[in-house]
């Protein structure tokens, strides 16, 4: 039996239109999408912001109800059993505040542990392992609102873990974290997986983070998945062509969506007004490419080959680069 099964999970949000037309109209988040995940499999959820990640994170976990379509969790239907899906699951969600921040790290678990029916025999060896575990006993008395983006971020993983659940959703779990707090994340959800033997299904529109972590990946975009397969086999949809960097000056990208080559502004510096374009170009078609941007006024400061990643998988699938 699969951790996750999705079939066709469809999501529709009705949008209200002003006066004078006064009417409603149904705008698509998620749109008919399909996939599973394997028991102890980190499956990840790859998109840009607003591609259908976190609306599709919200009807598996119960949050939200399908418009259309159905998906099972460790067997139990979304609509049906969502009771049985919550002792089953938790998750760390992007964006929302889930802690209380008057309160200190270890009343915080407290709290959690009994919402989640932890026995009480049991609560106490729990929470010292959860802080443990996350690296935070030494802080288990201090208020949470004197803790660190990081800090919070750890907490509220042992907090989405204090009624060990089979399946983790993490709904970008690395946003706006430094550096050093990012690969703690990392590290830490690598060893749920391989030590603790959870299933966790991550969204992340890092792609770097995706490669890393995933066993497989689906790639999402306006509500459609658009490729799925291991980090290396969607890397082999682009290996007959060369990942190009360009560095370029005084070129409008606007002039790019009428560009016979897919290309994409990969990064931006308004300042200086210089632009880093990437995407896959043949060895033969690389002369074609500069001639046609030197012709709009391009000045050309840099080419580079460049080992293909999964931006450039997502440039050859949409023509537009992840952080668009």
Request: with cysteine; proline share 4%; glycine share 6%.
């Amino acid at each position: 039996m699969n951790a996750i099964e999705v079939r066709e999970l469809k999501k529709s949000y009705p949008k209200k239109i002003p006066l004078p037309l006064r009417r409603v109209e149904w705008i698509e988040a998620v749109k008919g999408i399909s996939f599973e995940v394997k028991k102890g499999e980190l499956f990840g959820l790859l998109g840009p912001n607003g591609a259908g990640k976190t609306t599709t994170i919200k009807m598996l976990t119960t949050l939200l109800e399908p418009t259309g379509g159905e998906a099972k969790i460790l067997g139990y239907d979304i609509k049906r059993d969502a009771r049985e899906i919550r002792k089953r699951i938790n998750l760390v969600a992007e964006g929302e505040r889930t802690l209380y921040w008057r309160l200190s790290a270890y009343e915080n678990l407290k709290y959690f542990s009994r919402i989640y029916y932890v026995p009480k025999n049991k609560e106490k060896g729990r929470i010292e392992e959860l802080l443990k575990l996350v690296g935070l006993w030494e802080r288990r008395n201090d208020l949470v609102m004197g803790f660190s983006r990081g800090m919070k971020q750890r907490l509220a993983i042992a907090k989405a873990l204090i009624n060990d659940p089979e399946v983790l959703f993490l709904d970008e779990p690395t946003l706006g974290l430094d550096v050093q707090s990012a690969l703690f994340v990392r590290e830490f959800i690598k060893k749920l997986v391989e030590e603790h033997k959870k299933t966790v299904l991550l969204t992340t529109h890092y792609m770097a983070e995706a490669e890393e972590l995933c066993d497989r990946i689906a790639i999402i975009d306006h509500g459609k998945i658009i490729a799925l397969d291991t980090p290396e086999g969607l890397k082999r949809m682009i290996t007959d062509e060369d990942a190009v960097e360009i560095k370029v000056k005084d070129f409008a990208p606007s002039k790019l969506e009428r560009s016979p080559f897919r290309m994409a502004v990969v990064k931006e510096d308004a300042s200086t007004n210089m632009l880093l374009l990437r995407g896959q170009v043949v060895e033969e078609e690389l002369p074609k490419l500069v001639e046609w941007l030197v012709r709009r006024g391009a000045k050309i400061l840099s080419v580079e080959q460049k080992e293909p990643t999964l931006e450039d998988v997502f440039i050859k699938l949409t023509g537009r680069a992840i952080r668009d």
